[in-house]
């Protein structure tokens, strides 16, 4: 009996060793196959000098682009009032909390708020606007613990290819930068008020809804535009993006600043700058200035002479350099101011005195 127990034990015994030595096997193989597929973590190396410069670029930047939320006042169904909210970018313009930004963003505001980088949300108050331009000035009403006005640059000397970015808060999602190249200068950009807006920069950096009024910034992290619309049919960036320039901004910040307003002048003529392909195609005499490519019937420049194919080479005897120039100078003398224009009609020099007017609503 005792023998019978002895060799049942032992059989248990062998049964047990059998089974363990199994499953010894079994976690030795899965534990060798689970390190067989483990990967080494490679550490991080060092960026590379583009990465570097774009980091830098946006750090010194983004401290200044803002995020600008709005509530309307629009009309709800049987006439009650309802609550519209909208959002856009805008960037520091200087220490006293002045704001630039597009003026379609603030367009009809009854209440504007303005999100710093550092998270702190201040109430602004409306300065001033121009829909000619698209651009606003608003102002912070309260002085934030810290202001960092947005480094300033030249839109004068830009050249298709450089490198550009633009930083803003597309679809709600604020500091987003987005990278591209200068696309192609001096585009038209139609506004809401039927004008259009010269010298336009075009940019492939992605642009979106959200980013207008936001910065377009230069490799030396300076501000060259103002992010201001896209050419899509779908509502999203297709890489044609466009901003204002921030010289024509600047033309036009200090009248907001003073008054609110903006009054330009204006002659009631179209334009196109004189170079190589200009005068071959149009046979023209003149080394430089802008050819008068249309001119609006009773307007300032029609009852003053002026015509189709004319050359404008002078205003008040300084010469001109593009079509974006000359608009810029008859702008800036403002409504009601005789231009003394020096014309050059085939081979015949003329002085034409031209009186600026306020430019009229094409809407109306």
């Not at 005792?2 to 030595?21: D, K, M, P």
């Not at 829909?131 to 300033?152: F, G, H, K, M, T």
């Not at 003394?340 to 007017?357: A, D, I, M, P």
Request: a negative charge; proline letters at 4%; hydrophobic letters at 40%.
């Amino acid at each position: 009996m005792q023998a019978s127990r002895r060799t049942v034990f032992l059989l248990l015994l062998c049964a047990a060793v059998v089974v363990g030595l199994f499953w010894w096997n079994r976690i030795a193989e899965e534990t060798t196959r689970i390190q067989a597929h483990t990967r080494e973590v490679t550490p991080r190396g060092s960026l590379a000098d583009i990465e570097q410069t774009t980091i830098s670029i946006f750090n010194g930047a983004a401290p200044s682009v803002v995020y600008i939320f709005t509530e309307n006042a629009v009309a709800g169904f049987f006439g009650a009032s309802q609550v519209r909210q909208g959002t856009g970018s805008g960037f520091l313009w200087d220490e006293r909390g002045h704001v630039v930004t597009n003026y379609h963003v603030i367009e009809g505001a009854r209440r504007i708020q303005v999100r710093l980088d550092n998270g702190e949300a201040i109430d602004a108050a409306y300065v001033g606007g121009t829909p000619d331009y698209d651009l606003a000035v608003i102002r912070l009403r309260r002085q934030p613990s810290e202001i960092q006005p947005i480094p300033v640059g030249t839109s004068g000397n830009l050249q298709v290819g450089q490198s550009v970015l633009a930083i803003g808060n597309p679809f709600g999602l604020a500091r987003t930068l987005t990278t591209g190249v200068m696309s192609a200068l001096n585009r038209r950009l139609p506004t809401a008020t039927g004008r259009e807006v010269a010298g336009v920069i075009q940019t492939d950096a992605a642009i979106n809804p959200g980013n207008s009024g936001g910065a377009l910034i230069d490799a030396n992290g300076e501000l060259i535009g103002i992010n201001t619309a896209i050419y899509s049919k779908s509502g999203g960036s297709h890489g044609i993006g466009f901003a204002i320039p921030v010289e024509i901004a600047m033309d036009v910040l200090d009248e907001m600043l003073d008054s609110g307003q903006v009054v330009r002048g204006w002659i009631g003529i179209t334009g196109r700058a004189v170079n190589p392909q200009t005068r071959q195609a149009f046979g023209l005499r003149a080394e430089s200035g802008v050819m008068v490519s249309g001119v609006l019937p009773d307007g300032p420049a029609d009852i003053a002479g002026l015509g189709a194919g004319d050359v404008i080479t002078h205003i008040d005897n300084r010469a001109l350099g593009d079509e974006q120039d000359l608009m810029r100078s008859i702008a800036k003398a403002g409504p009601g101011t005789p231009l003394k224009v020096s014309v050059l009609r085939g081979s015949q020099r003329l002085e034409l005195s031209v009186l600026t007017s306020e430019r009229p609503n094409l809407k109306d």
